[in-house]
C-alpha cells in the first residue's frame, strides 16, 4: 500500500499536472523526510484548499478588481500594503481572492537592498510605489507604469529582504520581543512576533493573527534558507539540527549505545515551524517565518502527523466558522529519554542547557469578540508509551468525545505522531503561564 503511495507521490511531483485528490498527508510521516514531506503539503493544500473557498456572488460581480492569491500574483512577490487601510492587503473572506475597489490604492514595494519593482510595462526604476486599481486585473501607475497594466506581473528584481527585530517590549518572565516582518516607507509591518528566551535560545511561542483570509495560501512558493539573525551568537543553530549533531549530542546525554534507539531514519528531530509558512497567504510573508525565532526541535513524524492535521484542520474550521483570532503557538517543558540505566534525561540541542527540545507544543486560540477560546496540546515524544503520555495529561480533555470538534483529524493516542489533547484557557494556565489571561468567559472556541 505504502508503495503505491509513494509511487503515486513521486509521480505528482514530478509533474505540474495535479490530480483530483492526494493521500492525506498523515499518511506519510513515516515515508519522507522534512523537505519532502513539506513539498507534499504544498501539493496537496493546492488541491485540498479548492475545497475551502467560499466564493460569493459579491466577490465575482461587483466592479474593481480581482486577483486569485493562486494564478494572478508574480513572483518574486513584491510586498503589498493597503493604502487607506495601512495592513498588508488580504482577501475577501475566505475566498482565495482579493478584491479591491475601482481607483483603491496598494503600496507595491521590493524592500532590500538593490530591489526594484519589475514589470515588462515600467517606466522608471523605482523600489516602492503606489497602484491604482482600474478593472479586472488591471492597475494603473503614475509615473512607473506605462498604461493600465495586469498587476499579475509585477514582481521584484529579488525577493523582499524580510527581517527580524528586538523590540522594546517584554514578555513572559521578562523574555524579549521579538518582530518579524517587511519595512516599508519607514513603517515596521509586523507578520509574527516572538517571545524568546535568550539564555536558554528558547522560543517560548509566537503569535499571529488569523481569520477568513488566512484560509487559502499561495502555493508553490520556494522555501528559503532558515536564517539565524543576531539572537544564537557564537551558535550555528543551522548545523544544531543537522542528523550528526542529534547523534553526538543525545549520544552524549543517554549514552552511544542508545542513541541509535532514537534518532533513525524516520525518527528525528526537524526545525518545527510555530508560525506554519501556510498560516500566511502571501509568497513574502511565508518566506519571513524561516527565522528561527519562529522554530523549536519537533519529532518528524510529530511534525507531519498530528500538529500537520492541527494546523490545518483549524486554518480550515476558522474560515468557514468565520473567526477572528490572535494565535499563539510555543512550547513548554524540556523532553526526556531514557539513558542506558533506565533513567530518565532532559535533551537539549546545545550544550549549557540551551536549545531545549520541548515536551510540549501548543495553540491557543483566542477569538476576543467572543470571548471564546481554546489550547490544543501535542507531546512530542514518540518514545513515551500510551500511560506515560497519559500521565503528562495536564486537564480534562475538552476535544475528546466532543462533536463540536469533530473538524479535528488527528489521532490523539498516537504517541508516535503525537499524543494529543485540548484544554480550557483557565486549565491551560494553571499549567502554563505564557500567554496574557484573556476573557473566554463564554467558553470553549469550536
Not at 48 to 70: D, H, K, L, Y
Not at 99 to 107: D, P, Q, R, S, T
Not at 124 to 135: E, F, G, L
Not at 340 to 355: A, C, Q
Request: charged share 15%.
Amino acid at each position: 500500500m505504502f508503495r503505491l503511495i509513494l509511487a503515486i507521490v513521486s509521480a505528482t511531483l514530478a509533474v505540474n499536472a495535479i490530480p483530483a485528490g492526494l493521500p492525506d498527508p498523515a499518511l506519510l510521516a513515516f515515508k519522507l523526510g522534512e523537505e519532502e514531506f513539506e513539498n507534499y503539503l504544498d501539493k496537496w493544500l493546492e488541491i485540498e484548499e479548492r475545497n475551502w473557498v467560499n466564493i460569493t456572488s459579491t466577490a465575482t460581480t461587483r466592479s474593481g478588481c480581482t486577483f486569485q492569491v493562486n494564478g494572478d500574483l508574480g513572483q518574486p512577490q513584491p510586498i503589498y500594503i493597503h493604502r487607506s487601510r495601512n495592513t498588508f492587503l488580504a482577501p475577501t473572506g475566505n475566498s482565495g481572492q482579493i478584491h479591491l475597489n475601482a481607483n483603491e490604492e496598494v503600496i507595491v514595494s521590493c524592500p532590500g537592498t538593490n530591489r526594484l519593482i519589475v514589470h515588462p510595462n515600467i517606466l522608471s526604476n523605482v523600489q516602492t510605489a503606489s497602484a491604482r486599481c482600474v478593472s479586472n486585473n488591471l492597475v494603473s501607475g503614475a509615473g512607473w507604469l506605462n498604461g493600465n497594466r495586469a498587476f499579475g506581473q509585477l514582481t521584484c528584481s529579488n525577493h523582499p529582504f524580510y527581517e527580524a527585530q528586538q523590540t522594546n517590549e517584554r514578555c513572559f518572565n521578562n523574555n524579549i520581543v521579538i518582530r518579524s516582518g517587511f519595512i516599508v516607507n519607514n513603517v515596521f509591518y509586523t507578520v509574527y512576533w516572538s517571545c524568546y528566551d535568550q539564555n536558554r535560545m528558547e522560543v517560548l511561542y509566537v503569535w499571529y493573527n488569523q481569520n477568513p483570509t488566512n484560509a487559502v495560501h499561495q502555493t508553490g512558493v520556494d522555501r528559503p534558507s532558515w536564517l539565524a539573525g543576531s539572537f544564537f551568537p557564537g551558535v550555528d543553530i543551522n548545523n544544531i539540527y543537522t542528523q550528526n549533531n542529534q547523534r553526538n549530542i543525545i549520544g552524549r546525554l543517554v549514552g552511544t549505545d542508545m542513541v541509535n534507539r532514537y534518532i533513525t531514519t524516520t525518527q528525528f528531530l526537524a526545525r518545527g515551524h510555530l508560525t506554519a509558512k501556510s498560516d500566511h497567504v502571501f509568497a513574502s510573508a511565508q518566506r519571513s517565518t524561516f527565522f528561527f525565532i519562529n522554530a523549536a526541535p519537533q519529532w518528524q513524524p510529530f511534525n507531519a502527523g498530528n500538529w500537520n492535521n492541527l494546523e490545518q484542520n483549524l486554518r480550515r474550521r476558522i474560515g468557514v466558522a468565520g473567526y477572528n483570532t490572535v494565535i499563539y503557538t510555543g512550547t513548554f517543558g524540556v523532553t526526556q529519554l531514557r539513558d542506558s540505566n533506565g533513567r530518565f534525561i532532559n535533551i537539549f540541542l546545545e550544550p549549557n542547557n540551551r536549545v531545549p527540545v520541548p515536551q510540549y507544543f501548543y495553540k491557543v486560540v483566542y477569538d476576543a469578540s467572543r470571548r471564546r477560546g481554546t489550547a490544543f496540546i501535542s507531546i512530542n515524544n514518540p518514545y513515551y508509551s500510551l500511560a506515560e503520555a497519559r500521565g503528562l495529561q495536564f486537564c480534562t480533555d475538552r476535544c475528546r468525545n466532543n462533536a463540536a470538534f469533530n473538524w479535528i483529524n488527528w489521532q490523539p493516542d498516537r504517541v508516535d505522531i503525537g499524543y494529543s489533547f485540548c484544554c480550557t484557557i483557565a486549565d491551560f494556565r494553571n499549567r502554563v503561564g505564557h500567554i496574557p489571561n484573556f476573557d473566554a468567559s463564554n467558553g470553549l472556541l469550536s
